[in-house]
């Protein structure tokens, strides 16, 4: 064997070896983990008044008639202030039969929307568009939508959206550990 053959031995297998080192790692990688990329360090502002984490619990993974929930429900008496979890844009206003009163926020990296839904009304000058920041009040809890007249609350979702940036498209991402751990509100 030549030194040339045998480089070119040791190339193919550097390559190989390369080759299965890439490959476990797409098969093993935590695809759940990179969904959700960046959003433990965003340290959202908790969307309501701190006295609301009390009795906070997880319903993600609830179902809601035929679909699953995908969302966590924050019990608040009608009126209580619904702060934005982070600095961002309306990308949406939107009345739904399910939702009643909406609002679709964009992050800055335009890469996951925060969905607030059941509002009473929304806050004095919003707008689609209107660039908000962190702690600043949204919009007022209700009922609307398909909540319980006798049981107002917060609805609040995240999605991780596509590369067109859809507001009504996106992989839904449990909000719990988030609002578990959430920075204080201002209320
Ligand atoms: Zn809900």
Redo the contacts with the bound molecule.
């Keep these: 064997m030549s030194r040339r053959q045998r480089n070119a031995g040791i190339a193919v297998a550097v390559l190989v070896a390369a080759a299965l080192v890439a490959g476990f790692a797409f098969t093993f990688a935590p695809k759940a983990a990179s969904t959700a990329d960046g959003l433990a360090a965003k340290q959202l502002t908790f969307p309501l008044p701190e006295n609301r984490r009390d009795g906070l619990r997880n319903?993600f993974h609830e179902k809601r008639g035929a679909n699953s929930?995908e969302?966590v429900?924050i019990m608040a008496p009608r009126g209580t202030p619904v702060y934005a979890v982070e600095d961002g844009r309306v990308a949406k206003l939107f009345n739904s039969v399910p939702g009643g009163k909406t609002i679709y926020q964009f992050d800055p990296s335009g890469r996951f929307a925060y969905y607030y839904a059941h509002l009473d009304r929304y806050a004095a000058g919003l707008a689609e568009g209107k660039e908000l920041r962190r702690g600043e009040i949204i919009g007022y809890v209700g009922s609307t939508g398909n909540a319980k007249p006798d049981a107002p609350h917060l609805?609040f979702a995240i999605f991780k959206l596509g590369p067109k940036r859809e507001w009504w498209k996106g992989e839904a991402i449990d909000p719990y550990p988030y609002l578990a751990n959430l920075a204080p509100s201002p209320g």
């Design positions: 319903s929930h969302a429900d609805h």
